[in-house]
């Protein structure tokens, strides 16, 4: 991989721990309330999103591990806070151990088809594993303005 996985896991933990402190700081009522809007999502939902995102991605995409990934539902999820930090710490730990399967080279060229997405064609692993870290801190950005929203809303 040309991305050293030291700093990919670096970058993946910061996002997991910023996506935990929200969730933190909701509590378990607010982290499952929507903030007022059309198609909005709630903080728990987001989470099992981005969860289910690395996953995906790296392992699924990335590694050619099966998927049995319910990406519909990741949008009705309901959780706890403990819950949800259960989830994150099971993503985290498997980014982590993905991370350096990727780093051995053992990723896998059968879902070229989904690298084909890619920001400008890029197959690479790297540009597979950037994917993933634009999303986790794109939807971090969603749950800080769902807190935002919740919260001035009081």
């Given at each position: 991989m040309e991305?050293?996985?030291?700093?990919?896991?670096?970058?993946?933990?910061?996002?997991?721990?910023?996506i935990r402190d929200v969730a933190d700081r909701l509590?378990?009522?607010?982290?499952n309330k929507r903030p007022p809007g059309p198609e909005t999502n709630t903080v728990a939902q987001l989470i099992t999103h981005c969860c289910g995102v690395s996953e995906f991605w790296l392992g699924h995409v990335g590694l050619?591990?099966?998927?049995?990934?319910?990406r519909?539902?990741?949008?009705?999820?309901?959780?706890?806070?403990?819950?949800?930090h259960g989830l994150i710490d099971a993503a985290r730990h498997q980014v982590s151990v993905d991370l350096r399967a990727f780093d051995a080279?053992?990723?896998?060229t059968d879902h070229l088809?989904?690298?084909?997405?890619?920001?400008?064609g890029d197959t690479s692993d790297a540009a597979l594993v950037i994917h993933v870290l634009e999303e986790l801190?794109?939807?971090?950005?969603?749950?800080?303005?769902?807190?935002?929203?919740?919260?001035?809303?009081r």
């Open positions: 991305l050293e996985v030291t700093t990919a896991d670096l970058y993946m933990g910061l996002a997991f721990d910023r509590g378990d009522v607010q982290v050619g591990r099966p998927t049995v990934r319910d519909d539902s990741e949008f009705t999820a309901i959780a706890t806070v403990a819950a949800l080279g053992r990723t896998t088809i989904w690298r084909e997405t890619l920001e400008g801190f794109q939807h971090l950005g969603h749950m800080e303005l769902t807190v935002d929203a919740l919260l001035s809303t």
